[in-house]
């Protein structure tokens, strides 16, 4: 971005001869827009290349109860072959085997609710 800056300058230098106090804001200016378009265009490519890491990305998967999760209380549920802490949404009782979806991730825990079939 700086050098862009500075080559600008040299060239309008060359070119047009100008003063010292000009170039200063000439350079300025330049590396001032330079910073805005490459700020916009990196923003732009990190958006759309951003998807959800870690446990995030269990939001929204589907799982299985591995260990009852009781009523108030915390069980198990398997997800893309690993097993998670889980606590039912609604603070029901799911039996082992029961299907469930993830709704939310809160520290090392899923909230799951049911899957009605």
Sequence with gaps: MVGIGAIITGLFEWLFTVGVPY????????????????????????????????????????????????????????IGGEEWSAVCQDNSLLREGKKVIVNKVEGNKLIVKLIED
């Design 23 to 78: 170039q200063i804001l000439i350079f300025a200016i330049v590396t001032f827009v330079v910073f805005l378009f490459m700020h916009k265009i990196s923003k732009k490519i990190i958006s759309e290349d951003s998807e959800p890491s870690n446990v995030d990305a269990l939001i929204g998967k589907r799982g299985t109860v591995t260990r009852e999760i009781p009523v108030d209380g915390r069980g198990y549920v398997k």
